[in-house]
């Protein structure tokens, strides 16, 4: 019923900055906003929380790891919601997800598993 679309990954040396977009569409998309998160998943690794944004835009929560280096914004009158990463690290590396609350009032988690919609991923590598 929502579809989560990620774009933007790609490859990129250390230092270096890229922007993911996560466009969504669907019944209530547009109307009704839902709080986002971005994950991420190394080989190997469970899903990471990176961080999230809230379904007005006006409160986001981060991860240490990415703390001063990503910034989460999101345009409500597109229904898509960004992923800014610049000093990328080669840790950083890893299969970006967004997802999306699936109740309208619910806050951001960290535990992926309160997320009832998610997008197919899109690949970010850091070159060192």
């Known amino acids: 019923q929502v579809q989560l679309v990620e774009s933007g990954g790609g490859l990129v040396q250390a230092g270096g900055s890229l922007r993911l977009s996560c466009a969504a569409s669907g019944r209530s998309i547009g109307r009704s906003m839902y709080a986002m998160g971005w994950f991420r998943q190394a080989p190997g690794t469970e899903r990471e929380f990176v961080g999230g944004?809230?379904?007005?835009?006006?409160?986001?929560v981060y991860a240490d790891s990415v703390k001063g280096r990503f910034t989460i914004s999101r345009d409500n009158a597109k229904d898509t919601a960004y992923l800014q990463m610049d000093s990328l690290r080669p840790e950083d590396t890893a299969v970006y997800f967004c997802?999306?609350?699936?109740?309208?009032?619910?806050?951001?988690?960290?535990?992926?598993?309160?997320?009832?919609?998610w997008g197919q991923g899109t690949q970010v590598t850091v070159s060192s």
């Open positions: 997802a999306a609350r699936a109740t309208v009032f619910a806050p951001i988690d960290r535990d992926p598993n309160a997320y009832g919609y």
């Open positions: 944004i809230s379904r007005s835009g006006d409160s986001t």
